[in-house]
């Protein structure tokens, strides 16, 4: 029976109610008395010298306020960035400074030259055009390889060249890759690209800076996914501003998908403008500047080769990757291509030895960042295309050759320096081919055929390390930052229950999740629970959410806070019922002394721990609120496999998604409907990547899907009904919960799977030749491929 | 967006009077117009909305058999209304768009727009029909003038667009997967007198009637008499990160024979 309440139940969210009835509050509905609005004038080529910027005129228009330029931001920090990668010489990665406002050059279209503060948008947007720019254009850098070659323009005058660095994995692994790879008895090799893609988010970014003249209190509202890393990256990097006197708000938040971890530009120049004109400064991108200036996600240019025996074992894995960096290095970016993607190259195979290598490469595009999957997507497409070629190449069946490569014996330590706690890879392959209807697929491929189309069935498993992480180790690996998670649980007098987490929704729904757990906890109702997130003031220090981490390490760290609690809470409840704590039994809400009918609720212990005229004063404090910091022993592994049946349509390349399936692990499940929810959110980004979306820039690193005209966004008649099970569960054995995180699967399993049908289909139609396409697969080029 | 002024005169007399003035702009649906100006790329001093005006709405069958539809008309009233007479029409403007572009956008506005990947475009040089405005009558052959480019002159409103109904038609679009406007869209009109095969989306021309097709089709109007012709040449079509000229040229073919399957 599925339960109503509690952990486990597929408890409504809550939050839609405000959500759908259009009373949410989202930064753009944040505004201050008196504020001023900024429009950003950004360069429109990709690669200049700023000879000149005259704003004399512009200054002068109806309701200027300031114009600022590079030249303001003298002696103010530049954008930091998070994390140091170590090359595979040891040297530190080439880290350029990334100015608020371009000083010298511009290095990408849509690099903010100026920024104009007038009284209303309109007036901005009029004196921008007001201003003369004198900037000599450079050639610029775009393709990666080239970007590295000898003599290639630099991105950046003052590093060496545009490699920001040269990654290896397990460096020490090297030569042993080399022989294995020489001796085995069949290599397969895959060229492949990772699409350059766009987040977009429903909600495009908008940051409010406000200052108090009064306490002189900064106050930055933005749409982040951490604001209490904006706190300390601005605060502490950018404009020196101490903690207690900068608070961010990220309040109801539409959409982050990654691309709203990051510290942007424009939240440091509206805190900064704010406190140089005393009066608040408001921008809203607009959905043209989005695709220009929110940090782009993938891009790796790969070749990876996969060695076997002559049984079919796994025995080797090589890959070479170029990671496009873009113009600057965005938060969290060099950390993808190596650590977020090298320790999931092992995938769901017992492959004895590995090797990647990662160049990651600066060139005069948008910076390049975590996007949902954050490299796991990377790695899982790459070694899913290879294994499945591998199949195809060797005659086998590509479930056989899986099911005999796999790990089946936990714990699991690989040769890219993870360690897998619990999985069960055949489980959830059984459970694929049982939801997708394996055994009908025969009938409907010759259904199709009969209407000419081929059908295709793909296959795939995924692996991926969520619930980032052990700090101690990320130190060790180049994070400049924890990743703990807190909470702080108040109750309150009578009984209902306020819980602070560092932990942010911006569409997980954890307003209803998280209540589930505290209530399963305590016995008591869920709508006894309420969830604060969002804002510096009122919350503990916390790391926010991406990586799937919100119920692992945020949900571990309200467990933590709640079970401090419980044992306070017993403590009153022993003196209430003049009983030995250790007697004291909390059930549905109620403290029992064991073996008795002698009770308390809930709400007598809450009040008296406010109202403690019967209290035990002098062995505990009055009041009922804990804090707990979460700092997890080891990231989880979420796994699965996944199923997509594509129609090809041979006359004209046209792909469509007929049948999709997923079988995940995720552990223990708090909520299953927002489970499915993630899953669907995640397939249908998969889907978009693979069919649909392609960031693209010309030579002149023009960039040429700027808008929906030219980027296809997945839409609803896009995506079939999805089959999703997640029934398999492996609980995770290192956190309190036993969970292992849900949000990134989606988009990190499906792409494998919808290219793989791809193939399939082609090569039921004969095209046999045909071994790979880059994604996206659109009409155009899957009839490209058809054609010899 | 820049400042302007409205006025929504409520006939053409009105209309064009008001067009008269330096850098005034008529606006139809404004389903283009409004994007453009949200952009900053045009700077009308007056907008002349022409929703005001009833005499250019609506669609009704001619005393000699043809379909007339007033330049003001929604592609959504398009879509219901042309129906029963003329189903390859109506079908087309269902698939503009969205629905609330079909309930905004109307043929006049596209027309005169002339976007190389519209719709409308197709059907009306597809059928030859003719362009009525406040100053003359343009046939569908002498209107089209490549892309964005038209026979109007300034000030020049289309009132009315008249259809010769076909015996059979039908209108193959095949979506450019983002906009989902026409990365090719083709139709096809039988008439007793022949058929007329009219392509948009594909060329760097505008809209152009693939004559090859025509003549095999008029001689035998069945989806076999183009397997035998070779693609129109894909050197002068559209190339872009959506499909190469070649790519369109072929696309050309394929959905002239699925727009000759599905006639009707």
């Known amino acids: ?788 | 967006m820049y400042n302007f002024d409205l006025v929504r005169p409520t006939s053409i007399d009105e209309a064009v009077k008001a067009l008269g003035e330096e850098d005034a702009q008529p606006l139809a649906g404004g389903q283009t117009l409004i994007p453009t100006l949200k952009q900053r790329l045009a700077m009308p001093t007056k907008l002349v909305s022409l929703t005001g005006i009833a005499d250019i709405k609506g669609v009704c069958k001619t005393d000699d058999g043809q379909l007339a539809i007033g330049g003001g008309t929604t592609h959504g009233t398009v879509a219901k209304e042309a129906m029963a007479d003329f189903p390859g029409l109506a079908n087309l403007a269902a698939n503009v768009g969205d629905p609330a572009v079909r309930n905004r956008g109307t043929i006049g506005g596209s027309l005169a727009n002339n976007d190389p990947s519209a719709c409308y475009p197709a059907a009306a040089l597809g059928t030859g029909a003719t362009i009525k405005t406040n100053k003359r009558e343009i046939a569908a052959d002498d209107y089209f003038q490549g892309m964005f480019a038209t026979a109007l002159e300034e000030a020049e409103i289309i009132t009315e667009v008249r259809f010769p109904i076909p015996e059979k038609s039908n209108y193959q679009k095949f979506e450019q997967q983002a906009s989902r406007f026409a990365l090719v869209g083709v139709f096809v009109a039988k008439y007793a007198d022949g058929v007329r095969v009219a392509v948009t989306g594909a060329s760097n021309e505008g809209v152009f009637r693939w004559s090859e097709a025509e003549s095999a089709l008029s001689s035998n109007f069945s989806a076999e008499a183009i397997d035998s012709l070779s693609a129109p040449d894909g050197s002068n079509m559209i190339s872009d990160l959506h499909g190469s000229g070649d790519y369109r040229a072929h696309i050309v073919k394929v959905m002239t024979k699925r727009a000759v399957a599905a006639a009707s």
């Open chain 1, 1 to 788: 029976m599925p339960k109503d309440t509690g952990i486990g139940a597929s408890t409504k969210r809550r939050e839609d109610v405000r959500f759908l009835t259009g009373v949410g509050n989202y930064t753009d509905d944040v505004n201050i008395y008196g504020q001023a609005y900024v429009h950003f004038l950004r360069s429109d080529v990709a690669h200049g010298r700023i000879k000149n910027i005259d704003t004399s005129a512009a200054s002068g228009m109806p309701g200027v306020v300031r114009i600022f330029t590079g030249a303001d931001f003298e002696g103010v920090g530049g954008i930091p960035c998070g994390w140091q990668i170590t090359d595979r010489h040891g040297n530190p990665m080439q880290e350029p400074a990334h100015p608020v406002l371009a000083q010298g050059k511009v290095r990408h279209v849509g690099d903010p030259i100026a920024a104009i503060v007038a009284e209303t948008l309109e007036e901005a947007r009029d004196a921008a055009e007001a201003i003369e720019l004198d900037i000599e254009e450079l050639p610029a850098v775009v393709d990666m390889k080239a970007a590295v070659a000898d003599g290639a323009t630099k991105v950046h005058d003052d590093l060496e060249n545009n490699l920001c660095y040269d990654w290896g994995f397990v460096e020490e692994n090297r030569e042993a890759v080399d022989k294995a790879i020489k001796e085995a008895a069949h290599v397969t090799t895959l060229e492949l690209v990772n699409n350059r893609l766009v987040a977009n988010p429903m909600e495009p970014r908008v940051a409010v800076g406000d200052y108090n003249r009064a306490d002189d209190m900064s106050t930055l509202y933005t749409t982040s996914q951490n604001p209490h890393v904006i706190r300390l990256l601005m605060g502490a990097f950018v404009l020196g501003i101490p903690e207690h006197k900068l608070r961010v708000v990220a309040p109801d938040v539409g959409g982050g998908f990654g691309t709203k971890i990051f510290h942007y530009a424009e939240e440091a120049f509206c805190t900064f403008a704010a406190r140089q004109l005393k009066r608040a400064v408001k921008w809203t991108s607009s959905r043209s500047e989005a695709f220009m200036s929110d940090a782009h996600g993938r891009d790796h240019v790969t070749k990876i080769e996969l060695a076997l025996d002559k049984d079919n074992n796994f025995t080797a894995i090589r890959t070479e990757t170029y990671a496009n960096m873009g113009a600057y290095l965005s938060t969290f970016a060099p950390s993808v291509p190596t650590w977020l993607h090298g320790t999931l190259m092992a995938g769901n195979y017992k492959t004895p030895l590995i090797y990647v290598n990662v160049k990651a490469v600066f060139t005069n595009t948008v910076p390049v960042d975590a996007y949902r999957g954050a490299g796991r997507p990377e790695a899982t497409f790459q070694l899913e295309r290879v294994v499945d070629k591998a199949a195809r190449e060797l005659g086998v069946d590509p479930v056989a050759l899986r099911r005999q490569n796999f790990i089946t014996e936990f714990p699991y330590s690989t040769p890219v320096a993870v360690e897998y706690d619990t999985g069960d890879y055949d489980a959830t392959m059984d459970k694929l081919q049982e939801i997708a209807d394996f055994a009908g697929f025969e009938a409907r491929r010759k259904e199709s055929e009969k209407r000419g189309k081929l059908r295709g069935l793909g296959i795939n498993c995924y692996i991926e390390a969520c619930g980032i992480a052990p700090s101690n180790l990320v130190g060790q690996l180049g994070a400049r930052a924890g990743l703990y998670e807190s909470a702080t649980v108040r109750v309150n007098a009578t009984g209902g229950i306020t819980v602070m987490t560092g932990s942010h929704s911006h569409g997980q729904g954890h307003e209803t999740s998280f209540p589930q757990v505290v209530a399963e906890m305590l016995g008591i109702d869920a709508s006894m629970v309420e969830i604060v997130h969002g804002d510096t003031a009122n919350t503990p220090m916390g790391m926010g959410t991406y990586g799937s981490r919100s119920i692992a390490v945020g949900g571990s760290a309200m467990v933590r806070a709640t079970e401090k609690i419980i044992n306070k809470a017993k403590k009153i409840a022993s003196h209430l019922l003049e009983a030995s704590e250790a007697d004291i039994e909390l059930k549905d809400g109620q403290f029992t002394v064991a073996g008795t009918d002698k009770s308390v609720a809930w709400g007598d212990v809450t009040l008296a721990a406010y109202v403690p005229h019967n209290y035990p004063l002098e062995d505990i404090e009055p009041g009922l609120e804990e804090t707990a910091f979460y700092d997890p022993a080891n990231f989880t592994y979420p796994s699965g496999a996944y199923a997509c049946e594509v129609e090809v349509d041979p006359e004209t390349g046209k792909v469509t998604v007929e049948r999709f399936a997923a079988a995940d692990d995720f552990g223990n499940i708090i909520n299953p409907m927002i489970v499915s929810g993630q899953v669907h959110g995640g397939i249908a980004q998969g889907v978009g990547q693979a069919l649909l979306e392609n960031c693209a820039y010309d030579e002149n690193g023009q960039l040429l899907s700027a808008s929906y005209m030219d980027y296809a966004m997945p839409r609803a008649d896009d995506v079939p009904f999805y089959q999703v099970d997640h029934s398999c569960q492996t609980p995770c054995t290192h956190n309190p919960l036993g969970v292992k995180g849900c949000g990134e699967a989606g988009a990190i399993g499906s792409p494998p799977a919808v290219i793989n049908a791809v193939i399939d289909a082609l090569h039921s139609g004969g095209h046999t030749h045909v071994e790979h396409i880059n994604m996206p697969a659109t009409p155009a080029r899957v009839w490209a491929a058809m054609q010899k």
